[in-house]
């Protein structure tokens, strides 16, 4: 079907674009920008009033499948992730079994063919098992359509490990992605290291061990000229890091998740397990460094880490349940309402920061509008007001930390090579 999008504000860093114009799809693939007149036979969809860009992509998402279907399934992530409007995902390697070969990176994009909802790209694992001992065969995983590497959250402790996963990952031109945690200085902490841990009585995980292992990466990425991206920073100093190895010229790339811009070790004293993720919530300084570092340009991407969990594995005491928190159906209005009406970041670096860097760091042939791009796009309605309901997500999983909030600002039609996957428009 052709579709025109009438009467939309463009938003398109890549060609320094921002402007109001109408958008012409057909054959799924972007043919014109521009004023246009709508012919008969094509399907006019008015967004005016409404910003237009480039479809946004998740680059940490997890989809528990196969292994974990009673968490989230790829059909039921696909779904969530275009309720959010994202066009495109990177799904991360900790299923079970794990994808650390090329048959289970084939079963993820067949199950994603089936479900014919959003671009599923796999993320294969730097290790067999991932047991950080061994290497995954990564040639063919990269063969097979994985985009990284990455042993999530059980990151190669290593060095030498690590090294080679480097310099293979060369070779076959993907970044790796790092989950940054030194396991012995972590010491199976729940929370934070700070006055906090020890006012409510729970284990800390001092934020060194995220920095500590962020040198590590740095340093090897220098040794081996690899692509390295920082996964889910959350501490200053180790962004500060970051900061140091661009300003040296290194592949040094990183992301954020909207709960480490959002929320502190301070929500922790209710102990709510919905706030138990790795890494942890950090203090309110952390948080505005992370703040500071999506305005200045040094953090690369926002990230939502996706971790979706059945009831069973977070309705526990805080220590004992799972870590993580699902982010897919509230990142863009959560970005919305707290940066970009906030003025803290403008719609073009939104932009840059889920669609344009994502592109980019993966590889991907996505993250503009240029007339012969794939069409998906992303159509977000500023003065739309919701209430984030996590009982009504087309997510399975209900861990939702952001649960009740108001916001305003969300996405009300997703569009995936042409074809509308997702509509909320009025």
């Not at 840059?352 to 503009?368: F, Q, Y």
């Not at 794939?374 to 939702?400: G, L, Y």
């Amino acid at each position: 079907m052709t579709i025109l999008l009438k009467g939309g504000e463009v938003v398109d860093p890549a060609q320094d674009l921002k402007k109001k114009a109408d958008v012409l799809l057909e054959k799924g693939r972007v043919a014109k920008l521009g004023r246009i007149a709508a012919q008969e036979g094509w399907r006019v969809v008015n967004v005016s009033g409404m910003y237009v860009m480039p479809g946004l992509i998740d680059m940490h998402v997890h989809l528990r499948e196969p292994g974990q279907e009673y968490k989230e399934t790829i059909e039921t992530g696909s779904r969530a992730a275009v309720a959010g409007g994202f066009t495109s995902i990177a799904c991360m390697p900790n299923t079970e079994p794990v994808n650390d070969c090329e048959a289970i990176t084939r079963y993820i994009l067949e199950k994603a063919r089936q479900a014919n909802l959003v671009n599923i790209h796999p993320v294969g694992a730097i290790t067999k098992g991932l047991n950080g001992k061994e290497l995954a065969e990564i040639g063919e995983m990269v063969r097979t359509g994985a985009v990284a590497i990455s042993d999530d959250g059980k990151p190669v402790q290593n060095n030498q490990i690590m090294r080679r996963a480097m310099e293979y990952s060369r070779i076959f031109d993907v970044p790796v992605l790092d989950h940054c945690e030194d396991c012995d200085l972590a010491a199976h902490g729940v929370m934070n290291e700070g006055t906090i841990s020890t006012e409510v009585g729970l284990r800390g995980m001092h934020a060194v061990a995220e920095e500590l292992q962020v040198v590590r990466d740095i340093m090897l990425s220098r040794l081996t000229g690899t692509r390295v991206h920082i996964c889910h920073i959350s501490c200053e100093e180790a962004l500060n890091a970051v900061r140091e190895a661009k300003a040296k010229g290194l592949r040094v790339t990183c992301e954020v998740a909207p709960h480490h811009f959002m929320l502190t070790d301070e929500n922790v004293r209710t102990y709510n397990p919905d706030y138990r993720m790795n890494p942890p919530l950090r203090t309110g300084r952390d948080v505005e460094a992370m703040i500071s570092g999506l305005a200045d340009g040094s953090i690369d991407c926002i990230a939502t880490d996706h971790a979706p969990h059945a009831r069973i594995d977070k309705d526990l005491t805080f220590e004992d349940a799972a870590n993580g928190v699902i982010g897919l159906e509230t990142s863009v209005p959560l970005v919305w309402e707290h940066l970009v009406r906030k003025e803290v970041i403008s719609v073009s670096r939104m932009v840059e920061l889920m669609s344009l860097n994502p592109s980019r760091i993966l590889g991907l042939d996505r993250g503009t509008l240029k007339v012969g791009s794939v069409a998906d796009v992303t159509v977000i309605d500023p003065e739309k007001e919701i209430t984030v309901d996590a009982s009504q997500f087309e997510s399975k999983a209900r861990n939702c930390p952001f649960d009740g909030w108001q916001l305003r600002g969300a996405p009300v039609l997703t569009i995936v090579k042409g074809r509308v996957v997702w509509n909320r428009l009025s």
